[in-house]
């Protein structure tokens, strides 16, 4: 997968075995943004996290971002042993994420000056998030002679096949840049096996090189609590039926299927007392929302039954989810769904569109519903179903933390510690491999450019 052509510059990672530090390179997004809105979401909280997680293990992480605000210090300690770097890279306000190739030089050229403070072989690893972060990663691999780790978090051909009504497909200039960087990349991290088959699949990428490990959820923050508690905390009818949608607000979320399906499920059962909350702020194409979705409750005639949330805070969210009856991920494509999971740990059946990541998140008919395709019949079918029967509820509620249980960070940095290992013992397996090559060739020893693996 290291790509033919180009060769690492800097001098030798031969002989080194220890995982001291990684570059994580977050090019479009702060893992210290507040997700739920914009342009941060899942992928935030899995950088984080998984940082924190690793340095608890003694791996240091440095998160390289682009700078958003001007009054952003250069350097941040996210947590002990993780440094958020905030890398000046064009406007910091209103660059629209399509815009973002534009900056790639920019961020590179912060990226590089950051490293070069320091004495060579500062980081062991590069491991990039998202396709544009791996444009970053391959040259800063080459040039740092470290080995390149990349998890995609989402392919353009996989949103683009389920895009939702009203969504602006994915340029083929990010299909053409995801496969560069498949190509460039010593390994790829997939979240499930189904992303793994995609990989292969779309890009081409070599088996042998992707590893799956699945998300995780801050199982010591959301677990099951009081709901009583928790609906006082926020302000909620204790007697309502509370179904809760959490996440982005975008066409691809799909919060759109669960209003329609509630309206059906009250229309088919007036006395339901059923009320949707609607958690999280605008994002992406869905800008005009969450007003269009408030016109949509509108014209269905249960504006009154819906209510909105802007984004929370980790601890306010474990609170929401306590308080819900259900959940919903109507999603119309999901790398994995983190939501899902934290819902189900927090004691919380889930209704979930049977796409990606959300076909493992949840066990169908265990600790939720797994609906398929997003007709309103069906959503409506599976809502009023958990809705008219509270038994059932009770029975995937108690099974919902066991599920999650699988689904933890400390799990995740723990795969992301074995394919870092993995990938330093083959990137120095192929600079002893090129050492021997030239000295059976009569050479010193030494390779005459001083570069590593091609
Ligand atoms: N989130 C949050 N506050 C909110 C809404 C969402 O902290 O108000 C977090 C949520 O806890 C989850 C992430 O945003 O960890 C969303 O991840 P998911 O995988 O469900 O969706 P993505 O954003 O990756 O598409």
Known sequence: MTGGGVLPIAGGAAGRRELRRVAVLSLHTSPLNQPGTGDAGGMNVYVLETARELARHGVEVEIFTRATRSDLPPVEEAAPGVLVRNVVAGPFEGLDKRDLPTQLCAFT???LRAEAQHAPGYYDLVHSHYWLSG????????????????????????KNAALAAGDVPEPLSRRIGEQQVVAEADRLVANTAEERRQLIAIHDADPDRVDVIAPGADLRRYRPGGAVAARAELGLDPAETLVTFVGRIQPLKA???????????????PDANLRVLVVGGPSGSGLRQPESLMALAAELGIAHRVTFMPPQPPDRLAQVYRASDVVAVPSHSESFGLVAIEAQACGVPVVAARVGGLGVAVRDGETGVLVDGHGIDRWASALGMLIRQPALRARMAAAAPRHAAAFSWSHTAEGLRSTYRRAML???????GQVVGQVGRGSDGR???GRGPD
């Open 135 to 158: 444009q970053v990663g391959w040259l800063a691999r080459d040039r740092w002679a470290v080995p390149l780790v990349h998890t995609a978090h989402t392919l353009a051909a996989v």
């Open 109 to 111: 050229a912060g990226v």
């Open 255 to 269: 919060p759109d299927v669960l209003v329609r399906a509630a309206a059906r499920v009250l229309a088919q059962d």
């Open 447 to 449: 390779g005459s450019d």
């Open 426 to 432: 083959d990137w120095d397996a192929q600079i002893a």
